[in-house]
């Protein structure tokens, strides 16, 4: 299913925001333990820069109304997200949302589905955005947390959640195994997170223009996971009776430059450690020329794709549905469908 948006122009442009990069570097002496040094350089690879994206959140929601001016993305997931909690038939006591940013999720939920939702968010700024001005049909508790490093006691949750905070997670398996280990057994994890297409129009700009500007190619846009990858990240976390599908939302923008400007209110701008602090202007120009080239709209527009990657996964129960063993079948196919009359 793929959806549409329009986004029109109601604010001047922002200047892309850019921050140094950050690198870590362990050294060993003579009297440090041969454990101690395997802990640190067996740590998981950090391909984002958590500091940098929690003061992206914190920057894009101090603009309050530019803020919500792009919500239309994020409330869009939500809403679907909400929806495919609803088609589960059990209505829950407490939901935890991981990531929850300025409430996206707890406007698209009800009485219905839950009592009480507890909104996790490593950016204060982000989950305090809205707590004055909206209100919502069931409780809301706020919790600021690095959903990378989920906090909670064991079997404690029956439901969690996660709408588009996932793709900046460095240890994706790690907290897939924490929230798990958190849930009751039979509970339910929803997520939703980019996926590895999206943006393909803009990545593929800013390549080309790097590459005709400086002959290289830079880390402009985060690595996505690959919707083939699911389905073993869900495995590996102890998740079974899992489901993966994908939406593709096409948004049109009056030009790329407007592209980033939303993405920078949403708190979305570049947060990979290896990312240049700058673009040139010649660099960025030349990529919106070969953007609205190669991809724009008849009408002057440029369309930009975002891939939402969905999974549903359940924490093992002795209740739930297994196969039954191999060979233990009692009726033979050849008998159920009589081949021999249909010989060919």
């Known amino acids: 299913m793929a959806g549409l948006l329009s986004r029109s122009l109601r604010r001047p442009l922002s200047h892309v925001l850019n921050s140094r990069v950050s690198t870590t570097r362990y050294y060993t002496s003579g009297k440090e333990?041969?454990?101690?040094?395997?802990?640190?350089?067996?740590?998981?690879?950090?391909?984002?820069?958590?500091?940098?994206?929690?003061?992206?959140?914190?920057?894009?929601?101090?603009r309050v109304q530019d803020s919500r001016e792009v919500d239309y993305l994020k409330d869009e997931v939500a809403q679907r997200v909400?929806?495919?909690?609803?088609?589960?038939?059990?209505?829950?006591?407490?939901?935890?949302?991981?990531?929850?940013?300025?409430?996206?999720?707890?406007?698209?939920?009800?009485?219905d589905m839950m009592d009480k939702l507890v909104m996790c968010e490593m950016s204060p700024v982000s989950l305090n955005r809205d707590k004055r001005d909206q209100e919502y049909e069931v409780e809301v508790e706020r919790r600021v947390m690095d959903e990378e490093f989920p906090e909670f006691p064991a079997e404690s949750l029956d439901a969690v959640v996660s709408s588009l905070s996932m793709h900046w997670v460095n240890d994706l398996p790690g907290?897939?195994?924490?929230?798990?280990k958190a849930m009751v057994p039979d509970g339910v994890f929803i997520g939703a997170m980019f996926g590895g297409d999206s943006l393909f129009e803009l990545r593929t700009s800013l390549q080309l223009?790097?590459?005709?500007?400086?002959?290289?190619?830079?880390?402009?846009?985060?690595?996505?996971?690959?919707?083939?990858?699911?389905?073993?990240?869900?495995?590996?976390?102890?998740?079974?009776?899992?489901?993966?599908?994908?939406?593709?939302?096409?948004?049109?923008?009056?030009?790329?430059?407007?592209?980033?400007?939303?993405?920078?209110?949403?708190?979305?701008?570049?947060?990979?450690?290896?990312?240049?602090?700058?673009?040139?202007?010649?660099?960025?120009?030349a990529a919106s020329a070969i953007y609205k080239e190669m991809h724009g709209n008849e009408?002057?527009?440029?369309?930009?794709?975002?891939?939402?990657?969905?999974?549903?996964?359940?924490?093992?129960?002795?209740?739930?549905?297994?196969p039954l063993p191999r060979g233990s079948g009692q009726t033979s196919l050849g008998e159920l469908f009589d081949t021999t009359s249909h010989k060919l």
């Open 175 to 180: 907290m897939m195994i924490q929230l798990r």
């Open 209 to 285: 223009a790097d590459i005709e500007r400086d002959g290289g190619i830079a880390a402009r846009v985060s690595p996505l996971t690959d919707t083939r990858d699911m389905g073993g990240l869900m495995s590996r976390a102890g998740l079974t009776l899992s489901t993966v599908d994908v939406d593709n939302i096409v948004v049109n923008y009056p030009s790329m430059l407007h592209l980033i400007s939303d993405l920078n209110a949403m708190g979305e701008g570049n947060a990979v450690v290896q990312r240049l602090p700058f673009i040139k202007r010649d660099t960025l120009l």
């Open 299 to 322: 009408d002057g527009s440029i369309p930009a794709t975002f891939q939402v990657i969905y999974m549903i996964g359940w924490k093992p129960d002795p209740s739930q549905p297994k």
């Open 33 to 62: 333990s041969a454990r101690v040094y395997l802990e640190k350089t067996t740590a998981p690879f950090q391909v984002f820069d958590r500091n940098a994206k929690r003061m992206q959140r914190d920057r894009a929601a101090s």
């Open 82 to 111: 909400a929806d495919r909690l609803l088609d589960i038939k059990r209505r829950y006591h407490t939901v935890v949302e991981i990531g929850s940013g300025c409430g996206h999720l707890a406007k698209a939920v009800d009485e």
